[in-house]
Each structure stands twice: as structure tokens, then as C-alpha cells.
């Protein structure tokens, strides 16, 4: 399927490495022009080499969005170098694996700073662009968090559940517009931190070592789901990627979950 991405230019934040990564490089390969970043400006160039040793077209740029002077620096370079964004992926995020007990007021400033005002920011900067031209695709990355909370990790599902509702917001405001807005949900996905994390918490419950029997632990313990696997990073660039395009100008304002059934609700 032509997903008529050629001729659009996308930033991918959070795409020097796991879903982002993945996303940056689908779009690219179905034609788009990307800006890969992320705050490692080693990790960030390798992407983007990657990108274009294999034919496509990728510029890479560093930066701390949650800092506003660094996040209007990122948006006025992006704007000067390669012209206006068609398609904004609000990827880059911040979790830390802790409790009610642990997280202060504070703590929860700090990581809204990054999942909520930094997304903010972004949309501001490139969305004039898009109004003008009379498209343009504003995707969200969310979690089934944001309406399935767990105990643990409550600063990070409220500030999730905000994308959920800010892009809903955003989508009627910019009724008729041929702005889009959505937000894509996945469940567990197995990008090498995510690895990295079951691999640290197999040793500490004592589950087996081997990658299989992680996953199965994770599926019997933590998180199931009806399709019985965690999902790959391959898996959500592909549904954000249909979300993208053109041809997807009819879903709008819409939660999109992609994770295997285990969020179950209506």
C-alpha cells in the first residue's frame, strides 16, 4: 500500500532509539523526509546515517525539549533548515518506576515538563505551518496507562492521560482545518530498554533468563493479554505510519490503542 508520504517532512521526537527510532526509519522508507532527534547526539546521528545509508532522507537534531529555550531553539532551526513539518510525532517521553510514596509534587512537575508542556511547545511551533497549508498530522504516543492505571508510576499515567486529553481538545479546535490529531497507545513493547528493564527484574524475582520465559512471566504477572505476546516496535511504526498519511484524514481525535487487548475497555 502507497501511503503517499513522498514530498512530506515529519519530526519524530524521542527517535534516537526503541518505538521512535522504529517510526523515524517507516517513515522514511515510505518516503518522508525525517528529523530524527533525541538528547544523545551520537545516538542521534547514527539513526539518521542509518537512514539515509539506505536511501532515505533523514537530518538529525539534538535537544532537551523539556527546557523551553531549547525546545523554541529545536523548532526554529527544524523550520529554517528544511521548511515547514507536515507531520509531528510527539514520541519523546519520561517514566520512572516508582510509587505514591516516592513521587513528590515535585517529581510530578518535573516529568510533566516533559511528556505534557514540552508536546505543548512543539505543537505551538509547527502547527501554523501545517494550518496554512491545509494538512497536517499531530500524533500522539501514549500508553494504556492513561486510562488503566497501575498502582506504581502515578505521575506518569496522569501525564499520559493528558495527551489523551489535550489531543481530543486540539482535534476540534482545529475543526475543518486539515489538521489532524490522535493519539497512538501501545502496550508493552519489546525495544532494547525495555529489554534491558524485564532482564534486571527476571534476576530479581528469579524468573528465567532466557528472553521467552521473561516475556512469559511478564504476560503471567504483570501485564496479560489476549493475544498471549508482547508487541515490537515495527508493529506500532506501522499504525502510526497509516496515521500519518493521507489517507487516513477521516480518524481524528482518536485514542488508538495497540496493545494486544490487554487494556479492556470499551
Not at 515535585?106 to 511528556?115: G, P, R, T
Request: charge should be negative; include cysteine; glycine fraction near 12%.
Amino acid at each position: 500500500m502507497d501511503l503517499q508520504l513522498d514530498g512530506l517532512r515529519a519530526v519524530v521526537t524521542g527517535s534516537s532509539a526503541g518505538i521512535g527510532e522504529q517510526i523515524a526509519r517507516r517513515f522514511a522508507a515510505e518516503g518522508a523526509s525525517v528529523v530524527v532527534h533525541g538528547r544523545r547526539a551520537e545516538a542521534v546521528q547514527a539513526v539518521a546515517e542509518a537512514i539515509k545509508s539506505s536511501g532515505g532522507q533523514a537530518a538529525g537534531a539534538v535537544a532537551d525539549l523539556a527546557d523551553p529555550h531549547d525546545c523554541a531553539r529545536f523548532i526554529a532551526d527544524t523550520l529554517a533548515d528544511g521548511g515547514p513539518v507536515g507531520i509531528l510525532v510527539n514520541n519523546a517521553g519520561a517514566f520512572v518506576n516508582r510509587g505514591w510514596d516516592q513521587a513528590t509534587p515535585e517529581d510530578w512537575l518535573e516529568l510533566y515538563a516533559v511528556n505534557v508542556a514540552a508536546v505543548v511547545r512543539l505543537i505551538h511551533g509547527f502547527l501554523p505551518a501545517m494550518r496554512a497549508a491545509g494538512f497536517g498530522r499531530i500524533i500522539q504516543i501514549g500508553t494504556g496507562e492513561a486510562i488503566n492505571p497501575f498502582a506504581t508510576m502515578p505521575d506518569y499515567a496522569a501525564s499520559k492521560a493528558a495527551l489523551l486529553n489535550l489531543t481530543v481538545s486540539l482535534s476540534k479546535h482545529l475543526a475543518r482545518s486539515g489538521v489532524t490529531v490522535n493519539t497512538v497507545s501501545p502496550g508493552i513493547i519489546v525495544t532494547p530498554g525495555v529489554r534491558e528493564f524485564y532482564r534486571k527484574e527476571a534476576a530479581r524475582r528469579g524468573w528465567p533468563d532466557d528472553w521467552a520465559g521473561i516475556e512469559a512471566r511478564i504476560l503471567a504477572e504483570i501485564l496479560d493479554n489476549p493475544v498471549g505476546r508482547l508487541g515490537r516496535p515495527d508493529e506500532v511504526s506501522a499504525l502510526v505510519a497509516l496515521v500519518a498519511s493521507p489517507l487516513a484524514g477521516y480518524i481524528n481525535g482518536a485514542n488508538l490503542r495497540i496493545d494486544g487487548g490487554s487494556t479492556a475497555v470499551i
